[in-house]
């Protein structure tokens, strides 16, 4: 089946201490597909580990400020208010300061802004490195110093400190190494697999982000009742183990472990000379041009158009990922107030249906060969969701549980299409003229845009809450509309080809990227 090829100079390629190990014991060469095979499995559980680190402050946010306004509850539809005060907040308890004053809430909703800030600004120059250096360095790099900081965190428990700035410049420091994630392990799959079904592949794969903060809320909150310290020291000591086996296991590309195909081999391969769904992501290790600038990417068509839409689709995804456990535990369902474990475990369902909406989003963007139609159907479906969760979630555990998992189902959905696959398509697009590197300064400058958004929603969401959380919903479902309009253009370029497409009985399969002129 697959093994590696002749022998290549030592300057070529270095094998991680791990692959070198398992082939010692082995006593042979690991195929290609088990390259591969390890390849997702790191990947998958690295980024799983930066997001459930970065889910873990939306998860202490009630238990440092539990006694902020009663703003959730000022809608018509709570009209239990009044009796109800008390229970809450001897379910949340005391608080920590300074968060458990009257300006609580906003100076949390500072720190999230600062974060997402700072992460938006590093992944633009995160992926500008990342076509540039080792990735497995890189990577490991960003996963140390992104444990080490949101455990800095936690210990501000420990040593009872109550100063502001402190986890202000913890939380910008984590947010500048959580920057190295995305655009790496996009690049290090991408220059594993090829690009059938890649959709669906990236779809499933993409499953991490919602997998993880699922972990960051259930581990959270199930340490939280032994102080919110631990809720944070935890996971990142748990990013700091992951980073450690990545470091001694990851292959960043085929030809940095010396690996090749036989000609009997089924995986898609560009050795397949002229099938061009064999045509890897990146293969940045065999392109000896240099890396695509930062303006040049930019100019990539369809590049821009998709930046900005995650910018808004991001905006929604995170005010729910920052702020969900926090609204939970602010709002009677049921008439009762649900407590800082509970509301936590509860906001994980919202990633279970972001789980099922990266992968039908993905899958049905490779049936209809069109990304940008599907992306905009989604963010259009997530507007009457938003709306069906305000304001009837409250009425039973039940309906809380149905419309949470359909919310999250389509305002994932898109934006797990949008940060994977589209980022992939556009990365090797044909005015690159064959040059592969390029992927991961496609994938920051787009993750980084939308980055922008997911610091700008939960900034507004700590100041707006203040008032009316109706009021948070709203700039909810406009952000959502104007992602999906957004797509317009790529929308009707789509649809205007599978209609040509139809009258000449012929199958085009267009990409994203090159519907844009």
């Known amino acids: 089946m697959c093994s590696t090829g002749d022998p290549v100079p030592e300057a070529r390629y270095t094998k991680p201490l791990g692959i070198r190990f398992v082939e010692y014991v082995k006593g042979s060469a690991i195929s290609y597909k088990a390259h591969q095979a390890i390849v997702l499995i790191i990947t998958f559980f690295a980024y799983l580990a930066y997001h459930a680190t970065r889910k873990t402050t939306s998860v202490v946010k009630s238990a440092l400020d539990p006694q902020s306004p009663d703003v959730a509850l000022k809608s018509i539809f709570f009209w239990r208010r009044e009796p109800l005060q008390g229970a809450r907040n001897s379910a949340l308890g005391a608080g920590w300061a300074p968060f458990n004053g009257p300006d609580g809430t906003a100076l949390l909703g500072e720190l999230d802004v600062a974060f997402l800030f700072v992460y938006a600004i590093g992944m633009f120059f995160s992926g500008h490195v990342g076509d540039r250096m080792d990735l497995r360095i890189f990577l490991t790099i960003g996963m140390v110093g992104t444990g080490l900081f949101t455990a800095l965190y936690g210990v501000g428990y420990w040593a009872?400190?109550?100063?502001?700035?402190?986890?202000?410049?913890?939380?910008?420091?984590?947010?500048?190494?959580?920057?190295?994630?995305?655009?790496?392990?996009?690049?290090?799959?991408?220059n594993w697999f090829g690009k059938k079904k890649r959709g669906l592949i990236m779809g499933v794969w993409n499953a991490h982000t919602s997998l993880g903060n699922i972990t960051g809320s259930v581990v959270a909150s199930v340490l939280l009742k032994y102080g919110w310290g631990w809720s944070m020291a935890i996971p990142g000591f748990g990013i700091v183990f992951v980073g450690l086996v990545l470091f001694f296991f990851l292959p960043v590309s085929p030809d940095s472990v010396g690996a090749s195909i036989d000609d009997d081999d089924e995986v898609s391969s560009p050795r397949k000379e002229g099938d061009e769904l064999g045509v890897p992501l990146l293969s940045a290790s065999s392109d000896h041009r240099n890396a695509v600038g930062f303006l040049e990417a930019w100019r990539i068509p369809g590049v821009a158009s998709f930046s900005l839409c995650l910018f808004f689709s991001k905006l929604v995804a995170y005010t729910f990922l920052y702020w969900l456990p926090f609204y939970i535990s602010h709002t009677a369902i049921e008439g009762r107030y649900l407590s800082n474990e509970e509301s936590g475990n509860l906001s994980t369902l919202f990633d279970v249906g972001g789980v099922v909406g990266g992968i039908l989003a993905g899958h049905i963007s490779d049936r209809l060969d069109a990304r940008a139609i599907t992306a905009a159907s989604f963010m259009y479906c997530a507007i009457p969701a938003l709306f069906f969760y305000r304001n009837y979630g409250h009425v039973?555990?039940?309906?809380?549980?149905?419309?949470?998992?359909i919310t999250g189902m389509f305002v994932n959905g898109p934006y797990a299409l949008i940060t994977t696959a589209v980022s992939a398509d556009l990365g090797t697009h044909s005015s690159l003229k064959g040059n592969s590197r390029a992927l991961a300064t496609v994938t920051a400058i787009i993750d980084g845009t939308g980055s922008i958004g997911a610091a700008v929603g939960p900034l507004l969401t700590g100041y707006i809450s203040t008032s009316s959380w109706s009021a948070v919903f709203t700039m909810l479902m406009g952000a959502a509309l104007v992602a999906g309009l957004l797509l317009t253009k790529l929308v009707m370029a789509e649809v205007a080809s599978k209609i040509q497409g139809a009258r000449t009985h012929e199958a085009p399969r267009p990409t994203p990227s090159d519907l844009e002129v």
């Open 160 to 190: 009872s400190i109550h100063l502001f700035y402190y986890y202000l410049i913890v939380q910008m420091l984590a947010g500048l190494f959580q920057s190295t994630g995305w655009p790496s392990v996009v690049a290090v799959v991408g």
């Open 396 to 405: 039973s555990m039940t309906l809380n549980i149905v419309l949470m998992l």
